[in-house]
């Protein structure tokens, strides 16, 4: 009886863990500004793999300068990155440079350095 218990709560807490990483996938954005730019950002997260816990960002950024009172075109900048994701710290590490952004499946939300992006889609 007990091994039967302890299957159970290993299936529910698999189920729970998957759910959570579908979560993960999504389009964020974030909007900053400061006295040389104001920058427009978009990630879009999706699994790079069947599993394995290995996801790619495609990050649209659009970047309006400012120097001595005036604004110059926007730019629009696109990166790609692929991560790693580590569910018991909900983070998400990207392989070639070491930058981490952090899960919160409560606000859906990542969080890069002092920047939120704040999830808006499936």
């Keep these: 009886m007990k091994y039967v ?35 427009d950002d978009t990630l879009v997260l999706k699994k790079a793999n069947e599993g394995n816990g290995v996801y790619q960002i495609v990050r649209h950024s659009g970047v309006i300068k400012k120097m001595d009172g005036k604004t110059f075109p926007k730019e629009v900048l696109n990166d790609t990155w692929t991560l790693d994701y580590n569910p018991d710290k909900q983070t998400l590490t990207e392989v070639r ?3 981490t952004l952090i899960w919160n499946s409560g606000n859906l939300t990542l969080q890069f350095g002092e920047t939120t992006y704040k999830k808006i889609a499936n």
Excluded: M, P, Q, V
Aim: charge should be negative; hydrophobic fraction near 40%.
């Design 5 to 39: 218990f302890i299957c159970i709560l290993i299936f529910i807490f698999s189920c729970r863990s998957s759910e959570n990483s579908a979560a993960l996938d999504g389009i964020y954005t974030a909007s900053f500004e400061h006295e040389f730019a104001k920058t």
């Design 97 to 99: 440079n070491g930058k």
